[in-house]
């Protein structure tokens, strides 16, 4: 996931958690490719570092699940008050970029 997507997504989501719920959001952002993620994953073994892993090719995901180092979390899933405050983030960032 390239800088260009991932600061300003970030960027909004911090500004939307402070305006929703009044909290400070810390985040942060390793542009480092496919294949540098996936081992840092594997190096993690168990002990994440990250609680997103966003882009990637799926194949990675299924092995990465298959050892136990990803939970899997389907949007449907997802309650629906959260689902809206992603959805609500997801707008602010068309509307401005």
Not at 3 to 9: E, F, H, I, N, T
Not at 49 to 75: C, H, M, V
Request: net charge positive; no cysteine.
């Amino acid at each position: 996931m390239g800088k260009s997507l991932s600061d300003p997504a970030l960027a909004e989501f911090t500004k939307h958690a402070k305006a929703r719920w009044n909290v400070e959001v810390r985040t942060s952002a390793l542009s480092a490719g496919t294949p540098l993620a996936y081992g840092r994953i594997l190096e993690w073994n168990g002990r994440p570092q990250a609680d997103l892993f966003w882009g990637g090719e799926s194949a990675l995901f299924d092995r990465l699940a298959s050892q136990g180092l990803l939970a899997q979390k389907r949007y449907e899933q997802v309650n629906a008050t959260f689902r809206r405050e992603i959805e609500s983030v997801a707008e602010a960032l068309k509307r401005k970029y």
